[in-house]
């Protein structure tokens, strides 16, 4: 399985603390075990699954995509829940 990152999720990935990324590591483990973990969104964002998990007590989500057909997963995004589907329809 591959797991493929894009650049926005590597922007927000540096600007995560030491022990926040160990639970963003911990999470993405999760998803790549079971990529349906997460739920499947509708309409705009209906190409996108969200997984959410706790980070230093505060709830984040994590969206990614997966192609069962090529077996990849695409970190999208990570953070928390304010203006988190409207900066994905962008």
């Known amino acids: 399985m ?5 650049p926005r999720f590597a922007k927000q990935v540096k600007k995560l603390q030491a022990n926040q990324k160990q639970a963003l590591d911990a999470a993405v483990k999760l998803v790549a ?7 499947q969104k509708r309409d705009d964002l209906s190409f ?26 695409t970190l ?3 953070g928390s829940h304010e203006n988190f589907y409207r900066d994905l329809k962008r």
């Open 2 to 6: 591959n797991i493929l990152q894009t």
């Open 33 to 39: 075990g079971n990529p349906a973990l997460g739920t």
């Open 48 to 73: 996108l699954r969200v997984y959410k998990f706790k980070m230093l007590e505060q709830q984040a989500l994590l969206a990614y995509s997966y192609d069962e057909k090529q077996i990849i997963i």
């Open 76 to 78: 999208l995004a990570v």
